[in-house]
């Protein structure tokens, strides 16, 4: 059980920051912080760079967390509030990803919030510095938190206006 935990966190882990790298680089298929900014444009949000960054950091920290297995309700959290930003760009278009829609912000809010809830098993950071285990509660308030930042974000940065 440990070594399948240690593997989702790393692939979740990996996959939520390598998504904050192209957002804020060059690196990993990204267009820099420019394209960031434009993307979010794009979507309907004021802000620009700072709005880019914000989310770009805020999904390294987590996958960075998520793969160490360390302080794993802030990442549950902080994965939760971008993935919910993502969710209310796609949620016009429906579910399925073949459609542009939610399913892949909705796994990576799901698979955080799950290892919340179960722990990260023995090789992690929580576990090591006797951080474990942690309440059931955290989950709920990790990704409530997350979920409800999410759409302050939405509700504060985004505008009428969408561009196509």
């Known amino acids: 059980m440990d070594l399948g935990l240690l593997l989702l966190r790393l692939a979740i882990g990996l996959l939520i920051a390598g998504h904050g790298v192209q957002k ?55 994965a939760a509030g971008v993935m919910t930003v993502a969710i209310t760009v796609k949620w016009r278009n429906g579910l399925w990803v073949q459609n542009d829609g939610y399913e892949y912000p909705l796994v990576l809010i799901i698979v955080p919030a799950t290892l919340t809830l179960t722990g990260p098993g023995r090789w992690s950071v929580d576990r090591a510095v006797g951080l474990l285990p942690w309440a059931p509660w955290w989950t709920v308030a990790a990704v409530g938190l997350g979920v409800c930042s999410g759409l302050a974000t939405r509700a504060l940065l985004g505008r009428s206006e969408i561009r196509s």
Do not use: K, N
Not at 24 to 45: K, M, T
């Open 24 to 78: 804020v680089s060059h690196r990993l298929g990204g267009h820099g912080i420019e394209g960031g900014a434009a993307e979010f444009r794009g979507d309907g949000f004021r802000g620009g760079r700072l709005t880019a960054a914000a989310a770009g950091f805020g999904q390294i920290a987590a996958g960075l967390l998520l793969m160490a297995g360390a302080l794993t309700p802030l990442a549950s959290l902080t």
